[in-house]
């Protein structure tokens, strides 16, 4: 089955529109399209001018998936030379609702847009609690309020997303001025001081072994060609669910990052303006050097 799905001013052909993606009794490619179509109006000011990594499952969930960083394209695409290479951009309705075409469920983008890639204007830190559940997701909540905490000492804003999978992005908007390498170490000196509060529950550690039991506070989305989950991109997980960003009163209400799912309707998005709050990370940097921006508790036990 053939279908097309107007998305701005083009007609998006789909093919296999009616192929389940998430199972048997699942949302169909069809389905997928219009969601990207529907939600362009938010999800567009977000991604725009970043790199896009495709994760594709030709086969959905029954298949296996797997990342396609320079896809073959209609001309009409945008693309941009990387470090990487040459790579593609979402500028339009119409690239999203194409992406779906190639059951990539799920968009990855940089953290810096062009025409000044490699100079960041966002800073993300990932965290993934450890297990699932009610109580699992209410430390990572917990975790999310520090870093929000750790954010504002240093002068810096910040913006909360499910992620659709298990846990919770912060998107802190930063001023493109320092390159991938400095944006890590800043993102790096955050987690620690959010590790340093709750050591016991949470570490910096990046090898498991080391983290015994502890929910990672993963700076690591922060870095050259490194990839963070694009806001309102499906995820590829039964149910459909959508990487959402929320308000901070919202994240007090909700008891699971799969909250949204690729039925999510909204007329406004919490990240709207997020770039006139972009702040200085230079000027972090230069706190944190400084030993200023609030003070890291000595831990109580374990290790950070």
Known sequence: MRTTVRAGRRKVEIRHAD???????GAT???????????????????????V???????????????????????????????????????????????ADQAAITLHTWSSRTPRLGL?????????????????FAGCREAARVVREVLSELGLAAYVMT???????????????????EVRRLAKAVADRVAARAPEEWTTRVRKAARH????????????????VAPYAVRARPGAPVATPITWEELERISSSQEFS????????PFAGMRRHARSPRRALSLLDRGEGGVVPKPRAGHV
């Open 213 to 228: 039991g502890r929910m990672f506070v993963d700076y690591l989305r922060n870095g050259p060609g490194q990839l963070a």
């Open 19 to 25: 192929k389940p993606l998430f199972g048997e009794d």
């Open 53 to 99: 990594v495709l994760e594709r499952f030709p086969e959905g969930l029954d298949g296996s998936g797997f990342l396609v960083q320079h896809p073959s394209h209609p001309r009409w695409i945008r693309t941009v030379w990387t470090s990487s290479g040459r790579m593609m951009e979402c500028q339009e309705a119409a690239a999203l609702v194409w992406c």
């Open 120 to 136: 960041p204007d966002r800073m993300v830190l990932d965290l993934d609690p450890v297990g699932s559940g009610r109580e699992a």
């Open 163 to 181: 992620t659709g999978s298990r846990g919770l992005h912060v998107h802190s908007p930063l001023r493109p001025e320092v390159d991938d390498m």
């Open 29 to 51: 490619k069809e389905d997928l399209a219009d969601y990207y179509a529907r939600i362009a109006p938010l999800m567009l000011p977000l991604v725009k001018g970043r790199p």
């Open 262 to 269: 690729i039925d999510l309707e909204r007329d406004e998005c």
